[in-house]
């Protein structure tokens, strides 16, 4: 069964650091997510994609965070500087067609970002 | 702006018990709301969708406009429901997920 893939798995950093996460979602789904979620909390949207052009980045801190998906397949998150508020899981999801209710999203196994 | 409430953070029951999570919403449109579960060491994933009406391992979720709540319900929780379970609304306007904070359940045996 197609799954999304993220990776790594795993992350720590020192504050001021860049760090970068990919996202491979499942193959045909032309919509792709990046979500934060902080312990305690659910996910929260940060970009979504449909096919490389973004759709909605108004909750991604745009001074810090950049995200791109120039084929419009995978797609990479960056944080640059990291802080240590950005500890946290962040998860990819896909879904086809995208853009409506209907859509059901897939989620990757998420990246765990620690910042020290 | 569109919100999703979870009351309550932890909830246990027993066994062959009936299980209620509740979840209410804020949000000015016509809504559309989805139940997610994550069990351990899974991945997020769709439970239910209130448009579809259906029953997904026993459990269903019914829309109640007048009270703006989504609440998930099982008659007979077995200890395979243990789990995070997210309540998320879409909204047609900005067309994203809106999770509440989730609910931890635990089934005891």
């Known amino acids: 069964e197609a799954e999304v893939a993220q990776s790594p798995r795993y992350k720590i950093t020192e504050k001021s650091q860049a760090v970068a996460f990919w996202c491979d979602p499942i193959?045909?789904?032309?919509?792709l997510y990046w979500y934060r979620q902080i312990l305690g909390q659910g996910p929260e949207l940060l970009v979504q994609?449909?096919?490389?052009?973004?759709?909605?980045d108004s909750q991604l801190p745009k001074d810090r965070f950049s995200a791109e998906r120039l084929k419009g397949v995978d797609s990479t998150l960056k944080i640059q500087p990291a802080e240590l508020g950005d500890s946290a899981m962040y998860l990819c999801?896909?879904?086809?067609?995208?853009?409506?209710?209907?859509?059901?999203?897939?989620f990757g196994p998420g990246t765990r970002l620690t910042v020290l | 702006a569109q919100r999703v409430t979870q009351p309550e953070k932890l909830l246990s029951v027993f066994k062959g018990a009936p299980v209620e999570l509740k979840c209410n919403y804020s949000?000015?449109?016509?809504?559309?709301l989805f139940w997610y579960v994550q069990y351990s060491r899974q991945r997020l994933q769709l439970l239910l969708r209130?448009?579809s009406r259906e029953s997904i391992k026993g459990f269903t979720a019914d829309l109640n406009k007048g009270e703006t709540s989504f609440h998930l319900k099982k008659p007979f929780a077995q200890e395979e429901d243990s789990a995070m379970y997210y309540c998320?609304?879409?909204?047609?306007?900005?067309?994203?997920?809106?999770f509440g904070s989730g609910t931890q359940l635990t089934v005891l045996p």
């Open positions: 999801a896909s879904s086809l067609p995208g853009l409506g209710p209907t859509d059901t999203q897939y």
């Open positions: 193959s045909g789904h032309a919509t």
């Open positions: 994609f449909q096919d490389e052009s973004v759709v909605d």
């Open positions: 949000y000015s449109g016509s809504p559309e």
């Open positions: 209130h448009i």
């Open positions: 998320a609304l879409f909204s047609g306007s900005a067309r994203q997920l809106t």
